[in-house]
């Protein structure tokens, strides 16, 4: 049985270039620019 605090995978990039998509709520667009730092989580 796997527990809450078990890991089940570990993602491993392929490349040392990153990037991700993401859906930006349109009222939200505003605070954006190019450069801005962010922070995942997943």
Do not use: W, Y
């Amino acid at each position: 049985m796997v527990k809450a605090t078990d890991p089940v995978m570990v993602l491993v990039p392929d490349s040392e270039f990153r990037s991700v998509e993401i859906l930006i709520n349109g009222n939200d667009i505003p605070l954006l620019s190019e450069g801005t730092e962010s922070q995942t989580a997943v």
